[in-house]
T-cell receptor, first 114, second 116 residues
Framework: AQSVTQLDSQVPVFEEAPVELRCNYS??????LFWYVQYPNQGLQLLLK??????LVKGINGFEAEFNKSQTSFHLRKPSVHISDTAEYFC????????????FGAGTRLFVKA | EAGVAQSPRYKIIEKRQSVAFWCNPI?????LYWYQQILGQGPKLLIQ????????DSQLPKDRFSAERLKGVDSTLKIQPAKLEDSAVYLC??????????????FGSGTQLSVL
């Protein structure tokens, strides 16, 4: 069965600094990977997704993520964060064995300080 | 395009009472999901509909939770009777898919339930 582990529950960072939010998954078959963002008092929205092809995926708002099959990771990165990036970030996985259900990690709260 | 609509936004009830949540997905979206998000955790899938049929309800506590999607559009999720541990945000999401495939999910803002 697939599962998702987000290694950091909170990540504080200064504005304009780079950030990496870590995500590891477990699955025995080919996977589809997602990052969603939840701004305060809003619903989740898709940042980016990996389905196949290039392992480096670019998303909205300057975020990117790299799929690493050997390390079963899908870390999210941004070279320079803004105050407005403060939000909760969720890594998610789905695969054929799981009936394409989307399984979410526990989330990482990114807090950008001035 | 209009997003996924949910109501109410907040609900406070006492344990053993009943509560219902409503969701209107994006027009034309065949697949509808209900997720439960407990504070500090990621969303957990409760039930998934494809049109008006249930695709997956393996994690729905069927002794107290029920959901329906009449006519393949709107959906309601009901809890009867509620327990303290049901306090959570209930998220509705929809996706376009005519088949059950991985797809981008569109989420509503959720209903925050507090059970006292």
């Amino acid at each position: 069965a697939q599962s998702v582990t987000q290694l950091d529950s909170q990540v504080p960072v200064f504005e304009e600094a780079p950030v990496e939010l870590r995500c590891n998954y477990s699955s025995s078959v080919s996977v589809y990977l997602f990052w969603y963002v939840q701004y305060p008092n809003q619903g989740l929205q898709l940042l980016l997704k990996y389905l196949s092809g290039s392992t480096l995926v670019k998303g909205i708002n300057g975020f990117e993520a790299e799929f690493n099959k050997s390390q079963t990771s899908f870390h999210l990165r941004k070279p320079s964060v803004h105050i407005s990036d403060t939000a909760e970030y969720f890594c998610a996985v789905s695969d054929r064995d799981g009936g394409f259900k989307t399984i979410f990690g526990a989330g990482t709260r990114l807090f950008v300080k001035a | 395009e209009a997003g996924v609509a949910q109501s109410p936004r907040y609900k406070i009830i006492e344990k053993r009472q009943s509560v219902a949540f409503w969701c209107n997905p994006i027009s034309g979206h065949a697949t509808l999901y209900w997720y439960q998000q407990i504070l500090g955790q990621g969303p957990k899938l409760l039930i998934q509909f494809q049109n008006n049929g249930v695709v997956d309800d393996s994690q729905l506590p069927k002794d107290r939770f029920s959901a329906e999607r009449l006519k393949g559009v709107d959906s309601t999720l009901k809890i009867q009777p509620a327990k303290l541990e049901d306090s959570a945000v209930y998220l509705c999401a929809s996706s376009l898919g005519q088949r059950v495939t991985n797809e981008k999910l569109f989420f509503g803002s959720g209903t925050q339930l507090s059970v006292l």
